[in-house]
């Protein structure tokens, strides 16, 4: 068995998952070099929902955010997340929209893309992969993890089979929600390990408490790669972390060979930095323990967090039991949809609907539309065709892959952004973001580009995955 390779989240998914993606480039460049002296197998640095809130909440340049990661970080692969056809968005591009936008990733300093779709519909990642492959950057595809009556351990072994042969490099199991326990994680990476020759990556959640474990097993059955945050922005809805991993494997055939030390002087810097959210009031103690319900309700860290801000803007903080008693029906109505972005979103969105309102589906958002018309791609369980009636009415759903029915976008997009374009990255902001990034475009015009307000002031828009 090969040394354990890490993959350290701290810059991306372990503060989307704990503070909403509020961690500014300032806070973070000033650690790039130390982190990319550890010895870590990448950084996941980008991607997600970080692109989102630097536009949104932050006043930066997403792009410029990567140019100077990328210039820090000399030795250590870059990664970043990407949702397939819905890139960094929340609805499905046109495919010269996708491909433009890996092309400029890779250009700006992405060395790996880790490539998922919400629905583990593999005619969503097609584009993509093969976009990725074209500029040489490492493609890694990552099947969505969940519990429900039509997954099993065979039904995602079948699945990394399917993605090794669309030509991944190496595979993911993303468990967004922390829902993979132990010795389920020891049975599916051996059956993964089993059919496929590339290497296997898992990420978690440490919500349910188990994820540390579950990485032991896994790595016993042969994983190749787990993500983990340093010490200060891990636990909770976070990843295990870093440093006690590194700890056990010490000595062990496993040993991943990092420097305690060297962690040890980044989690003091990290330390520094979540004190200030503390203070700011953006880290809730909700999103810091350990929930054994996750098993239950299946709910994703960074969803969580976002479930609690849209009770919070509801006054409604006293209804979350009652949300989370919801998600799993409204889920089941929906087909059985893992609960990553955006799917965890709509699910979640329509859960508080339902109760807050008292009624279930009285209001039903075009997102939650979109789900059962199959704007999304296909279903893991056909949707009840009297369900269907009752959200669609007469409106016939969509069978085939839903970005075959968009046309190419990127000519107008280029002649909307025109009249705001500092730099060609400025179109693919605006095709995700519209009118967030013309008001971002706008105010770096004026020379705006610092926050004017307390972050905690601000409100919480960004989706998990």
């Given at each position: 068995m090969?040394?354990?390779?890490?993959t350290e989240?701290?810059l991306?998914d372990?503060?989307q998952?704990?503070i909403?993606?509020?961690m500014s480039t300032?806070?973070?460049?000033?650690?790039?070099?130390?982190?990319d002296?550890?010895g870590y197998n990448a950084l996941?640095?980008?991607?997600?929902?970080?692109f989102?809130?630097?536009?949104?909440?932050?006043?930066e340049?997403?792009?410029?955010?990567?140019r100077k990661?990328?210039?820090k970080?000399k030795k250590?692969?870059?990664?970043?997340l990407f949702?397939?056809?819905n890139?960094l968005?929340?609805r499905?591009y046109?495919d010269?929209?996708?491909?433009?936008f890996v092309?400029?990733s890779?250009?700006?300093?992405?060395d790996?893309?880790r490539?998922?779709d919400?629905?583990?519909?593999?005619?969503?990642?097609k584009t993509?992969?093969?976009?990725?492959?074209k500029?040489?950057?490492h493609?890694q595809t990552?099947l969505?993890?969940?519990?429900?009556p039509?997954?099993s351990?065979e039904s995602?072994?079948?699945l990394?089979?399917?993605?090794?042969?669309?030509?991944?490099?190496s595979i993911?199991?993303?468990d967004?929600?922390?829902?993979?326990?132990p010795y389920v994680a020891?049975?599916l990476?051996?059956g993964?390990?089993?059919a496929?020759k590339i290497p296997?990556e898992?990420h978690?959640?440490?919500t349910?408490g188990v994820?540390?474990?579950?990485?032991l097993?896994?790595?016993?059955?042969g994983?190749d790669?787990?993500d983990?945050?340093?010490s200060?922005l891990?636990?909770?809805?976070?990843?295990?972390?870093t440093?006690?991993?590194?700890a056990?494997?010490?000595g062990?055939e496993?040993?991943?060979?990092?420097?305690?030390?060297?962690?040890?002087?980044?989690a003091?810097?990290?330390?520094?930095?979540?004190?200030?959210?503390?203070?700011?009031?953006l880290?809730?103690?909700?999103?810091t323990?350990v929930?054994i319900?996750?098993?239950?309700?299946q709910?994703p860290?960074?969803?969580l967090?976002n479930?609690?801000?849209q009770?919070k803007?509801q006054n409604?903080?006293d209804?979350?039991?009652?949300?989370?008693?919801?998600?799993?029906?409204?889920?089941?109505?929906f087909?059985?949809?893992?609960?990553?972005t955006?799917?965890s979103?709509?699910?979640?969105?329509?859960?508080v609907?339902?109760?807050?309102?008292?009624?279930?589906?009285?209001i039903?958002?075009?997102?939650?539309?979109g789900?059962?018309k199959?704007e999304?791609g296909?279903?893991?369980v056909p949707?009840?065709?009297e369900?269907?009636?009752?959200?669609?009415g007469?409106e016939k759903p969509?069978?085939c892959r839903?970005?075959?029915?968009?046309?190419?976008?990127?000519?107008?997009?280029k002649?909307?952004?025109a009249?705001y374009?500092?730099?060609d990255?400025?179109?693919?902001?605006?095709?995700?973001f519209d009118?967030?990034?013309?008001?971002?475009?706008?105010e770096?015009?004026?020379?705006?580009y610092?926050i004017?307000?307390?972050?905690?002031d601000?409100?919480?828009?960004v989706h998990?995955?």
């Amino acid at each position: 068995m090969a040394k354990v390779k890490i993959t350290e989240t701290v810059l991306r998914d372990a503060h989307q998952s704990l503070i909403a993606t509020r961690m500014s480039t300032e806070d973070m460049l000033p650690i790039i070099e130390k982190l990319d002296d550890v010895g870590y197998n990448a950084l996941e640095a980008w991607g997600g929902a970080t692109f989102d809130a630097c536009l949104r909440f932050l006043n930066e340049d997403p792009w410029e955010r990567l140019r100077k990661f990328k210039d820090k970080a000399k030795k250590t692969p870059l990664q970043m997340l990407f949702r397939g056809q819905n890139i960094l968005g929340y609805r499905h591009y046109a495919d010269d929209v996708v491909e433009y936008f890996v092309q400029k990733s890779i250009a700006n300093g992405i060395d790996i893309i880790r490539i998922f779709d919400a629905l583990n519909d593999v005619r969503n990642l097609k584009t993509a992969i093969n976009a990725t492959k074209k500029e040489k950057g490492h493609v890694q595809t990552a099947l969505s993890y969940t519990i429900s009556p039509v997954h099993s351990n065979e039904s995602f072994v079948k699945l990394a089979k399917e993605l090794e042969s669309m030509g991944a490099d190496s595979i993911c199991i993303k468990d967004m929600a922390g829902l993979l326990t132990p010795y389920v994680a020891y049975d599916l990476v051996k059956g993964i390990k089993g059919a496929v020759k590339i290497p296997v990556e898992l990420h978690t959640h440490y919500t349910s408490g188990v994820a540390s474990m579950t990485y032991l097993k896994a790595i016993e059955a042969g994983c190749d790669i787990v993500d983990c945050a340093i010490s200060p922005l891990a636990l909770g809805t976070s990843q295990p972390p870093t440093e006690p991993l590194v700890a056990t494997l010490a000595g062990t055939e496993y040993d991943t060979g990092l420097s305690l030390d060297k962690l040890s002087d980044i989690a003091d810097y990290f330390k520094t930095i979540k004190d200030k959210f503390v203070e700011q009031g953006l880290l809730n103690n909700k999103v810091t323990g350990v929930d054994i319900n996750t098993l239950k309700y299946q709910v994703p860290g960074g969803m969580l967090s976002n479930l609690v801000s849209q009770l919070k803007q509801q006054n409604a903080e006293d209804k979350f039991d009652e949300v989370l008693k919801e998600i799993p029906r409204v889920r089941a109505d929906f087909g059985y949809p893992p609960l990553v972005t955006p799917s965890s979103q709509i699910v979640g969105t329509q859960a508080v609907l339902n109760v807050i309102l008292g009624e279930r589906y009285k209001i039903v958002p075009k997102e939650s539309k979109g789900i059962v018309k199959g704007e999304y791609g296909r279903t893991p369980v056909p949707i009840d065709p009297e369900f269907r009636k009752k959200i669609l009415g007469d409106e016939k759903p969509i069978d085939c892959r839903p970005a075959d029915l968009i046309k190419p976008e990127l000519n107008k997009i280029k002649k909307e952004v025109a009249p705001y374009m500092e730099q060609d990255e400025d179109i693919l902001s605006y095709a995700l973001f519209d009118q967030v990034a013309v008001k971002f475009f706008e105010e770096r015009k004026a020379g705006k580009y610092k926050i004017e307000t307390s972050l905690a002031d601000k409100e919480s828009k960004v989706h998990p995955c």
